[in-house]
């Protein structure tokens, strides 16, 4: 039986010093954050580690204390045409602080004028006020509750403050999770002094990743522990390509040299039109394949790409429907587009549809709706590919064919619509709380989702698709 990874094992990795808190270790921070920062540190163009803060009671905080912070990552996947199948031992987490147990050690962070760098991921679901968060609480139980909790012991303390990279795949996240803060330091009465001091000396920026991680590979883990040597329950599988946008001053790019070390990251001042790219012809896709692929049978995002039918179908949203609806010149768009199909052909990674399938509405609402309604405005029609697949969407909600994993409030929505078959689908399409938007108000939209639900129930959504690529 192996021996679990740890520092014992490996005494020669390096330990470099902490100048990171990093709210969150969950896979895509490990593959993301702390594998780069072993990047910088590896040419010598950094030498710092990250202290990982607990966000949530139950967490990974004594996984990874117990792998003295370090896990493997393995790089899947074909990149510029070159087949990449590399691991590493990442040894940049220097450990977890637990701030439900340790919440004085936590606070202590503070004291450390070496920590200038906080990031986090603790889903588009963490950057969210608690109304039942106060000050005094140790903790807080939300990220930002906490975040203030720490920024206004490191004001007390008279320090500088810190450069903020919220990584959560939130709009404008670092603009989000500034105004959430400075509503706690409001209602818990920190003092204007403190206001300031958090305008004045704190970098809040917004970033955008990407990277597609989809996490411990379940499956193959047996045969690669035993090639590894040693078992590592945090080891996470990542494809090669990453990307990371980041709005902020000019000065950054010296402080957090990212770009130096040969990184796809961006340092810029307006991270608009990466995320306007990204969302909708990354994401948007994704979550567009997930209803007709899963209808079908299918399991991955690998299969659907194997699938004649379904990869046209993906090829031909990114191309005819998403693509000419985006504000950026088209040729880089598609280009943009190729890349990532050949992202999504990742032979070596297992995405599964039914991972992305989480939170489907609001996804939609994000990714494709826009894209929608756009090119109604546009060309006087709806596109016919996003609206089979909006259709395919809302007959998967009905629950009895896929199993739907989203908040209660939306599937009880769905319930109530799907009660009464003959008006489903103006009775959900005008159903604001999940668009937005009534719906029903987007011409043609009610009868042609109602007839695309009718060709999915007689034919499946294979047959369906056929009549349409
Ligand atoms: N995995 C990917 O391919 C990928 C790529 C880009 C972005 N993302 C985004 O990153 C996020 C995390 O993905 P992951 O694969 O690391 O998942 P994960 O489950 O491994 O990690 C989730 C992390 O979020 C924390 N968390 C969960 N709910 C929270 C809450 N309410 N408040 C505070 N913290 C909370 C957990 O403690 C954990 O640290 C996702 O929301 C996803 O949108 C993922
Ligand atoms: O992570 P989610 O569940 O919000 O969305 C599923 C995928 O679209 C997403 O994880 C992408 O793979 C990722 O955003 C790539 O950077």
């Given at each position: ?8 094992l ?19 921070m ?30 990974q ?37 637990n701030?439900?147990?340790?919440f004085?050690?936590?606070?202590a ?31 807080p139980l ?23 990279i ?12 500034k ?20 305008d ?13 991680v989809?996490?411990y ?36 790019a ?10 796809n990251?961006?340092?810029t ?10 969302v909708?012809?990354?994401?948007g896709p ?16 690998e ?9 046209r ?19 880089e768009?598609?280009a ?5 199909r050949?992202?999504?052909?990742n032979?070596?990674?297992r ?8 939170n489907?509405?609001?996804k ?11 090119y109604?405005h546009?060309?006087?029609t ?13 007959l ?5 064919r ?5 908040l ?7 319930d ?9 689908a ?7 709380s ?10 043609d ?9 009718r ?15």
């Amino acid at each position: 039986m192996a021996e679990q990874l740890s520092r014992r094992l490996f005494p020669d990795l390096p330990a470099s010093p902490e100048r990171v808190i990093q709210f969150g270790a969950g896979n895509f921070m490990r593959a993301f954050v702390d594998w780069q920062l072993q990047q910088m540190n590896r040419q010598g163009l950094f030498q710092g580690s990250a202290i990982v803060v607990q966000p949530t009671r139950n967490g990974q905080a004594e996984a990874i204390n117990k792998q003295d912070g370090l896990f493997t990552v393995l790089q899947n996947g074909i990149y510029q045409g070159q087949t990449v199948d590399s691991r590493e031992i990442v040894a940049t987490v220097s450990r977890v602080v637990n701030p439900y147990t340790q919440f004085e050690d936590f606070l202590a962070l503070a004291e450390n004028d070496a920590l200038e760098f906080i990031t986090s991921n603790t889903t588009e679901a963490g950057i969210a006020y608690d109304a039942s968060d106060r000050a005094g609480d140790a903790p807080p139980l939300s990220f930002p509750g906490k975040l203030t909790a720490l920024l206004f012991r490191r004001y007390a303390l008279g320090k500088t403050g810190f450069v903020i990279i919220p990584c959560e795949l939130v709009d404008r996240n670092g603009e989000q999770l500034k105004r959430i803060v400075q509503r706690y330091a409001r209602e818990w009465r920190l003092g204007d002094g403190f206001m300031k001091w958090l305008d004045e000396e704190n970098t809040f920026c917004c970033s955008l990743v990407d990277r597609i991680v989809p996490g411990y590979p379940r499956s193959k883990a047996e045969e690669l522990g035993n090639g590894l040597g040693y078992k590592d329950e945090l080891m996470v599988t990542s494809e090669p390509y990453l990307l990371w946008v980041i709005e902020g001053p000019d000065w950054l790019a010296e402080k957090l040299p990212l770009d130096r070390a040969g990184l796809n990251v961006v340092f810029t001042g307006d991270m608009t039109p990466y995320r306007e790219r990204k969302v909708h012809l990354l994401n948007g896709p994704h979550t567009a394949m997930v209803p007709l692929g899963r209808l079908a049978g299918l399991e991955t995002v690998e299969e659907v790409m194997r699938d004649e039918c379904f990869s046209r179908f993906v090829r031909e949203l990114m191309e005819r429907e998403i693509s000419p609806m985006l504000d950026l010149p088209l040729p880089e768009v598609l280009a943009y587009g190729e890349d990532i199909r050949e992202r999504f052909r990742n032979p070596f990674i297992r995405h599964e549809l039914a991972s992305i399938s989480l939170n489907s509405i609001a996804k939609f609402k994000t990714r494709l709706l826009p894209i929608l309604s756009k090119y109604r405005h546009k060309n006087g029609t709806l596109p016919p590919l996003l609206t089979l697949s909006f259709a395919g969407l809302l007959l998967s909600y009905r629950g009895d064919r896929i199993p739907r994993q989203d908040l209660p409030e939306v599937a009880a929505a769905f319930d109530e619509a799907w009660s009464r078959p003959e008006t489903f689908a103006e009775n959900i399409l005008k159903n604001k709380s999940l668009w937005g938007e009534d719906l029903t108000r987007i011409p043609d939209l009610v009868p042609a989702i109602t007839e695309h639900i009718r060709e999915l129930e007689r034919a499946g959504s294979r047959e369906a698709l056929q009549q349409l690529v």
